[in-house]
């Protein structure tokens, strides 16, 4: 199956171990010197209408990923051992 990022930024993120809605995909992390996309990344939920700013966003490595579907991505992860990256933090997170 092949999609192109603008249908996978319209698919929501369920998680396999709680059976719990992680939220839609926003993002995606690029290696631009292999090629390879390595995350998808999930922006925090807004706090007080976006008065206090956001949470932190949520980043699923692409080895988590069990099944992308036509309406849903599965991965293989519970809320609680998800990855959190500010905005900044995109270089860090893996290298």
């Known amino acids: 199956m092949k999609c192109t990022f603008s249908e996978l930024r319209e698919r929501e993120v369920i998680s396999t171990a709680t059976g719990e809605r992680i939220g839609f995909i926003?993002?995606?992390v690029i290696d631009t010197e292999k090629g390879k996309i390595l995350s998808l990344v999930i922006y925090g939920?807004?706090?007080m209408m976006g008065l206090m700013g956001r949470e932190e966003n949520i980043v699923i490595p692409c080895s988590d990923i069990e099944?992308?579907?036509t309406d849903t991505v599965l991965v293989s992860t519970d809320n609680g051992k998800l990855y959190?990256?500010?905005k900044n933090d995109g270089d860090n997170l893996f290298g």
């Open 26 to 28: 926003d993002d995606i």
């Open 84 to 86: 959190k990256m500010n």
């Open 45 to 47: 939920r807004s706090r």
């Open 67 to 69: 099944r992308i579907g």
